[in-house]
C-alpha cells in the first residue's frame, strides 16, 4: 500500500508540552531489531508502561511473528521520547467494504492478534504519553494518505477518546471491557489479608472450597523449579482451557498454533528472568486448577487459567486459586494483581474496578466509513427497541 524503498520520512508536527514550550519531531525509520532493542530499553527505563509496552513482551512479538512494521520514533530536541510500531492490513467487513486498516503493536491477522494485547498505546517517557501519541497519530495523516482507520487495541478507554479528539479523528469502539485488580501494597499497609477485603458470601465459597478439597489431600500452590517443567505445565493448561471455551475460531488460544507459538516462545524468554509465572493448585496428588501470569515491575497481570470443571458446584477451584495465589504474592512483596479487561463475575467479585479498555478504530472522513457508521446506528436502535435498550458487549479475551 505504501512506498517502502528504504526511506526515511521526516515531519516536524508541533506540541506544546505541558510545563514546556518545547516542540516534538516524528521521523520514520526501517526496522533493525538491535537498533530497536537499545532504543526500546532506554526508553522504557523512564517510561511507565504496562507489561504489553515492555521490551519483555514487545520483543517477543517482533522475534515470533516478525512483522512487517514502521518504526516511528519521536524525539524532543533530539532526545527520544516516544516509539510506535506500525503494521498495515485490509480488513474486510459486511462482505463489501474494505478498510485500510493501520495497527499499533498488532499484525492485523487475527490467529496473531488472538494474544490480546491490553494497556496499549504508545511507548512514551514520562510526561510525554499524549504529546507523544498525538504527534505519532498526526505523522500518519500527514504523510501516509492511503489508509482509512487506525486500530488501537486494547486500550485505556480515557487515553483512545483524548487521542481521537486531539487528531480530529472518528472514534469507533469495537469492543470494550472494564478492568478489575486487587492493590496488594493498599492490603499490606492496612494490615488484611486477600479474604478481609471481600465479601461475605465470596469468602464463604473460598473457605467451603478449601475445606472440600482438604478432604481430598493437603491443598497446596506448586510452581515449576525448572523451564522444562514451566513448559510442560503450560501444556497441561490446554485441555481445561480448551473444554471451557471451545477450540473454534477466536475461542480458546490453546486450538490456535501462533498463539501457542507466541506464549511458549515468551516463557522460553521471560521464565527464568521471573517474567512468568506458572502455578498449580493441587489438592493431594489431584491438579485442580493452572495459572499462567505475566510480571513486570513488581505487578501481577493474570493472563489466563486452566480449570478443571467440577461436577460439585460448591467448589469453585478458580476463586480458591487466585486467593491463594494473591496471598501469595502479598508475601512476596509485589504491588498489584492485575486481571485486566473481562466481565467474568469472579474478576468483580475478587477485585476493584480501576480503569475501563476499548478496541477503537480511529477513523478518517472516508464515505463508506461514514455509510457504514450510519447502517451501524439504525441497527442499534433496533436492538435498542427490541432489547429495552440492553447492548452487551462479548470479550474476545479468553481468560
Not at 497519530?137 to 492511503?146: E, G, H, S
Request: hydrophobic share 35%.
Amino acid at each position: 500500500m505504501h512506498s517502502r524503498a528504504g526511506r526515511v520520512n521526516q515531519d516536524k508536527v508541533s506540541h506544546t508540552r505541558k510545563g514546556a514550550g518545547s516542540t516534538l519531531d516524528c521521523a520514520e525509520t526501517a526496522f533493525e531489531t538491535h537498533d530497536l532493542y537499545r532504543d526500546w530499553k532506554e526508553l522504557e527505563q523512564w517510561a511507565c508502561p504496562s507489561i504489553f509496552l515492555s521490551w519483555q513482551w514487545i520483543g517477543v512479538w517482533c522475534s515470533v511473528y516478525q512483522p512487517d512494521v514502521r518504526v516511528l520514533r519521536v524525539t524532543d530536541h533530539g532526545r527520544l521520547v516516544g516509539l510506535g510500531l506500525i503494521t498495515e492490513s485490509d480488513e474486510r467487513r459486511h462482505g463489501i467494504l474494505v478498510s485500510r486498516c493501520l495497527h499499533l503493536h498488532q499484525t492485523g491477522r487475527p490467529s496473531q492478534d488472538h494474544i490480546w494485547i491490553e494497556y496499549n498505546g504508545f511507548l512514551a517517557g514520562q510526561g510525554y504519553e499524549s504529546a507523544v501519541a498525538q504527534t505519532s497519530v498526526d505523522y500518519l495523516k500527514r504523510t501516509w494518505t492511503n489508509w482509512d482507520e487506525l486500530v488501537i487495541g486494547a486500550v485505556e478507554a480515557g487515553y483512545a477518546n483524548a487521542l481521537a479528539e486531539a487528531t480530529a479523528l472518528t472514534p469507533h469502539v469495537r469492543w470494550e471491557a472494564p478492568c478489575f485488580g486487587i492493590d496488594l501494597a493498599l492490603l499490606r499497609r492496612e494490615g488484611q489479608s486477600c479474604l478481609d477485603s471481600l465479601s461475605g458470601n465470596t469468602r464463604h465459597q473460598i473457605r467451603r472450597t478449601l475445606r472440600l478439597y482438604e478432604q481430598v489431600g493437603e491443598v497446596r500452590l506448586e510452581r515449576p523449579k525448572t523451564l522444562d517443567e514451566a513448559e510442560f505445565l503450560w501444556g497441561l493448561i490446554a485441555p481445561y482451557h480448551i473444554a471451557r471455551w471451545g477450540s473454534g475460531s477466536g475461542e480458546s488460544g490453546f486450538a490456535n498454533p501462533e498463539f501457542v507459538r507466541f506464549h511458549r516462545q515468551y516463557i522460553r524468554t521471560n521464565w527464568k528472568q521471573g517474567g512468568a509465572d506458572l502455578i498449580a493448585l493441587r489438592a493431594g496428588e489431584e491438579t485442580v486448577a493452572i495459572f499462567y501470569n505475566l510480571v513486570y515491575r513488581n505487578r501481577v497481570y493474570f493472563y489466563l487459567a486452566g480449570i478443571r470443571q467440577e461436577s460439585d458446584n460448591r467448589l469453585k477451584p478458580g476463586l480458591l486459586g487466585h486467593s491463594l495465589a494473591v496471598e501469595d504474592y502479598m508475601d512476596r512483596g509485589f504491588d498489584y494483581y492485575d486481571f485486566m479487561g473481562g466481565e467474568e463475575r469472579y474478576k468483580s467479585q475478587l477485585g476493584v474496578r480501576h480503569k475501563h479498555l476499548v478496541q477503537i478504530g480511529l477513523q478518517r472522513n472516508r464515505w463508506k466509513l461514514r455509510a457504514e457508521r450510519a447502517v451501524r446506528l439504525l441497527k442499534k436502535a433496533g436492538m435498542r427497541h427490541e432489547n429495552t435498550g440492553s447492548v452487551s458487549s462479548n470479550s474476545v479475551s479468553r481468560r
